[in-house]
């Protein structure tokens, strides 16, 4: 469930496609986060903090954050990995809540190298929640991209944070691992191997068609056309709508697409059950310390038939900032 492509085109910008593929609503809508919050790790507080950086996020039941950018051009990606082991809990050690690991990262740090080195230095923990909608609990992993075309693809296997830095990590999906991801792409035709490109819905076919098609792009002549193109390869990603077969009442469908530029500061949203992308351009946004949250009603009859389109900024409400998802005391 769940692809993200970085695409470092040839005229120097950097954009993020993402697909999040679910088999039920997560009930999203945008968030315009100041600078200043105080938040805390959600996990008992011992890890606290106050927001460097102003962000746009997309939520889940507006309790946590799975995809968004901030102010400095660091995006964040929450994506499904079933073979995610977060470990016990050790409250003597930092920890982070599943819902809010990704807005650590969002309020704190201006690059993926800057947030990787925290990784390296803490060993902070993740702590998974159930899911607020049925009480499951997600397995996820985290991909994170910045400005300069850096990446990082963070999995916890055995309670650990395992890492894979490089720009060259540009694909993430699904299961399996990200190591045996890259040992699959290896086997496509034009990535050392000789099976063509191939056609499924799996994770694997997903990341091969991912990276085969992100990097024969054309040079786009403007910032339109360079979300029109990383939207293109995500389309080609994307799991149709389609009935449960019998056995398998979790199979998941695309219901909804972002794309973040990290270079011009703009962040693209569609819908798969609505007619119109929105966006917002970060610039026209208050994330000033002090300024008050914004949402952006994604759910509303006004939203659902099409009343929202283009350039949204002007229509975040002010509200009261994201109460995220914390541990049971």
Not at 200 to 214: E, I, K, L, N, P
Not at 317 to 329: C, G, N, R, V, W
Request: charged share 20%; aromatic share 8%.
């Amino acid at each position: 469930m769940c692809t993200r492509v970085v695409w470092n085109e040839p005229s120097g910008g950097v954009l993020v496609g993402r697909n999040m593929d679910y088999h039920r609503d997560t009930g999203t809508n945008l968030w315009s986060l100041p600078r200043g919050v105080e938040r805390n790790d959600g996990v008992g507080g011992n890890l606290a903090w106050r927001a460097k950086y102003g962000s746009v996020v997309a939520g889940a039941y507006d309790m946590m954050t799975v995809d968004g950018m901030n102010e400095e051009g660091l995006a964040g990606h929450v994506l499904w990995l079933t073979e995610s082991t977060y470990g016990t809990y050790d409250n003597s050690k930092p920890g982070l809540s599943m819902a809010v690991w990704m807005q650590y990262f969002l309020d704190n740090f201006a690059t993926v190298d800057e947030a990787v080195s925290w990784i390296d230095r803490t060993g902070v923990q993740v702590v998974p929640l159930g899911d607020p909608a049925t009480g499951e609990v997600p397995a996820v992993h985290l991909a994170l991209d910045d400005a300069t075309g850096d990446s990082a693809v963070i999995e916890y296997l055995d309670g650990k944070a395992v890492i894979w830095h490089s720009r060259d990590h540009v694909v993430m999906t699904n299961s399996p691992t990200y190591d045996k991801q890259i040992d699959l792409l290896r086997q496509i035709e034009g990535f050392g191997g000789d099976k063509p490109i191939p056609g499924t819905d799996s994770a694997s076919d997903r990341f091969a068609r991912a990276a085969h098609y992100v990097g024969r792009l054309p040079d786009p002549e403007n910032p339109v056309e360079a979300v029109a193109g990383i939207l293109s390869v995500m389309r080609n990603a994307a799991q149709p709508f389609r009935t449960p077969a019998p056995g398998k009442p979790y199979v998941s469908q695309t219901i909804w697409q972002t794309v973040a530029d990290l270079t011009n500061k703009r962040y693209v949203f569609e819908s798969t059950t609505r007619p119109n992308i929105v966006w917002v351009d970060l610039d026209d946004l208050d994330f000033s310390e002090g300024a008050r949250a914004g949402k952006l009603d994604l759910l509303s009859d006004t939203a659902l038939q099409g009343g929202l389109a283009g350039e949204v900024s002007g229509h975040f409400e002010k509200s009261d900032p994201m109460q995220f998802l914390t541990l049971p005391s």
